[in-house]
């Protein structure tokens, strides 16, 4: 079903204070095309309702690259995902991952941007550009670790599959 009726099915189970007709069945899968909508924007009814929802599996499809251009934005929306899914270890496992990835991130670019003001001026002596190039480098190593870890936290969760890589008959 749609987004619309959703929306128009929790929006009477909030009016009735009756839960929808929806929630009364087990379902075996729930399937959300446009999956991406799920992570990250305001709360929605459709999306109140599609997290109600008991379902034996949950999956998510989405041929929409993540529109964010911040690692805070993204970590959130990934949250959302997370929370769709039910996965047991979004609560315990997921917060300080998406901590560590954001500290590397702001570090990395604390980082750089020392390294190329150093580089830039030939004013500076030799030694605090090269602590500045290693401090980059450290934090390079480090943000490296924490997407390693981000990945091998989803991947048992996801399957990715990319246009370029698929073969049709």
Same mark, same amino acid.
Request: charged share 20%.
């Given at each position: 079903?749609?987004?619309?009726?959703?929306?128009?099915?929790?929006?009477?189970?909030?009016?009735?204070?009756?839960?929808?007709? @929806? =929630?009364?069945?087990?379902?075996?899968? @729930?399937?959300?095309?446009?999956?991406?909508? @799920?992570?990250?924007?305001?709360?929605?009814?459709?999306?109140?309702?599609?997290?109600?929802?008991?379902?034996?599996?949950?999956?998510?499809?989405?041929?929409? &690259?993540? +529109?964010?251009?911040?690692?805070?934005?993204? =970590?959130?929306?990934?949250?959302?995902?997370?929370?769709?899914?039910?996965?047991?270890?979004?609560?315990?496992?997921?917060?300080?991952?998406?901590?560590?990835?954001?500290?590397?991130?702001?570090?990395?670019?604390?980082?750089?941007?020392?390294?190329?003001?150093?580089?830039?001026?030939?004013?500076? &002596?030799?030694?605090?550009?090269?602590?500045?190039?290693?401090?980059?480098?450290?934090?390079?190593?480090?943000?490296?670790?924490?997407?390693?870890?981000?990945?091998?936290? @989803?991947?048992?969760?996801?399957?990715?599959?990319? +246009?370029?890589?698929?073969?049709?008959?």
């Amino acid at each position: 079903t749609g987004s619309e009726r959703l929306s128009l099915e929790q929006r009477h189970a909030t009016a009735t204070g009756q839960p929808s007709v @929806l =929630c009364e069945v087990h379902w075996a899968r @729930l399937v959300c095309d446009e999956g991406h909508h @799920l992570g990250g924007g305001a709360l929605t009814n459709a999306k109140i309702l599609l997290m109600d929802l008991p379902a034996e599996r949950r999956w998510i499809l989405s041929g929409t &690259p993540a +529109k964010e251009t911040s690692d805070a934005e993204g =970590c959130a929306t990934l949250g959302g995902l997370l929370h769709f899914l039910r996965d047991p270890r979004r609560h315990t496992v997921w917060p300080p991952l998406s901590r560590r990835l954001l500290k590397a991130s702001a570090a990395l670019a604390a980082a750089t941007t020392v390294a190329a003001g150093n580089c830039s001026t030939s004013s500076g &002596p030799a030694a605090a550009a090269a602590a500045a190039s290693s401090a980059a480098s450290e934090a390079e190593v480090e943000m490296r670790a924490s997407v390693e870890a981000v990945a091998g936290y @989803l991947e048992p969760l996801m399957v990715r599959q990319l +246009k370029a890589k698929i073969q049709v008959p």
